[in-house]
């Protein structure tokens, strides 16, 4: 707070019982996560407690350039075009590889543009939409918990949450979050590694401290 120098983050996992499982810690170097800050691509590395490796995650840069003419801007082709449908030509603003064991691919979550709120889609390693993501209108709202909302695809079912907790001064000063991720014991163990993925990137388009503004 004091030097405005970012840091690779950090991630406690624990269980519902409060005991730790996993910890994940960012590899980013010095000048792209100085220099791009909530922009810079990311590697994400989770380890269990005897320091194995066993999940990646990964983003690559992202441009926030609305012209539809630069190439950098269409990094991919779907949108999501209503509560429960895909449009087949747009833009993607950002994604997330996630691979378990790493090198293997287990899907994406792709971040899809729109109006009023949060929306991403979990897909397989295909990149075929499996689930969705619903977040909600106003993700900076203080004094209140943020909750993203994990669904079927049809916008019917409801299979898990993954919600940023309001933790008081400590949520608005400083750059430290708690987020709680509700899925069934039942679900696919890819699939909880998706929803699992899914708080990272929220985590940092969200809630990450924006680049700082030059002076003119």
């Known amino acids: 707070m004091m030097t405005r120098f970012e840091t690779n983050n950090r991630y406690d996992i624990k269980n519902n019982s409060d005991q730790m499982v996993y910890i994940v810690t960012e590899d980013t170097d010095d000048f792209t996560r100085n220099a791009y800050r909530t922009l810079r691509p990311f590697i994400l590395r989770v380890t269990d407690c005897l320091g194995r490796e066993i999940m990646t995650m990964q983003r690559p840069f992202r441009c926030t350039c609305c012209c539809f003419?630069?190439?950098?801007?269409?990094?991919?082709?779907?949108?999501?075009?209503?509560?429960?449908?895909?449009?087949?030509?747009?833009?993607?603003?950002?994604?997330?590889?996630?691979?378990?064991?790493?090198?293997?691919?287990?899907?994406?979550?792709?971040?899809?543009?729109?109006?009023?709120?949060?929306?991403?889609?979990i897909q397989n390693e295909k990149k075929e939409n499996v689930m969705r993501v619903r977040g909600p209108c106003s993700t900076y709202g203080c004094g209140s918990d943020s909750v993203f909302e994990v669904k079927s695809l049809d916008g019917v079912s409801n299979i898990g949450s993954i919600i940023r907790k309001w933790n008081g001064l400590l949520s608005a000063m400083a750059d430290a979050d708690h987020f709680d991720i509700h899925f069934p014991l039942d679900l696919d163990v890819k699939m909880k590694a998706m929803i699992f993925g899914a708080c990272f990137l929220i985590d940092f388009m969200y809630f990450e401290r924006s680049p700082p503004q030059r002076s003119r």
Do not use: M
């Not at 630069?70 to 990094?75: D, G």
């Not at 030509?89 to 709120?117: K, M, Y």
């Open 69 to 121: 003419c630069c190439p950098s801007a269409r990094q991919e082709v779907r949108e999501w075009k209503s509560d429960s449908q895909f449009a087949s030509d747009p833009t993607l603003h950002s994604t997330l590889e996630v691979q378990c064991p790493p090198g293997i691919t287990i899907g994406f979550v792709a971040e899809h543009w729109n109006l009023c709120r949060a929306v991403y889609s």
